[in-house]
Nanobody, 120 residues
Framework: QVQLQESGPGLVKPSQTLSLTCTVS??????????WSWIRQPPGKGLEWMGG???????DYISSLKSRTSISRDTSKNQFSLQLSSVTPEDTAVYYC????????????WGKGTLVTVSS
């Protein structure tokens, strides 16, 4: 039973970098065949998959965010992180981390999400 938990500041100032960490338990982020994703949901809007990091460390991002997004990992802590630079109030959202199976459309395990507000 894989568990994921997001952590990080709930308030970020415009132009700064949003940084979140996902801690994974009862499963390894290096297990073959899986990838680890960040998804966000702005207030009143739908879910937006942002990017992910594969079990071997390769990253992928959606085009609209790739210039500002960096996903990294710390295998010794079984954690992966999100950095989103140059944030604006439009980046205010509930941010989720989740696991995906390579070749399968669904994301099977999710964190509960954490609200990040971008405001001065």
């Amino acid at each position: 039973q894989v568990q994921l938990q997001e952590s990080g500041p709930g308030l970020v100032k415009p132009s700064q970098t949003l940084s979140l960490t996902c801690t994974v338990s009862d499963g390894s982020i290096t297990t073959s065949g899986y990838y680890w994703s960040w998804i966000r949901q702005p207030p009143g809007k739908g879910l937006e998959w942002m990017g992910g990091i594969r079990y071997e460390g390769i990253t992928d991002y959606i085009s609209s965010l790739k210039s500002r997004t960096s996903i990294s990992r710390d295998t010794s802590k079984n954690q992966f992180s999100l950095q989103l630079s140059s944030v604006t109030p439009e980046d205010t959202a509930v941010y989720y981390c989740a696991r995906g199976r390579i070749g399968v459309d669904d994301l099977d395990y999710w964190g509960k999400g954490t609200l990040v507000t971008v405001s001065s």
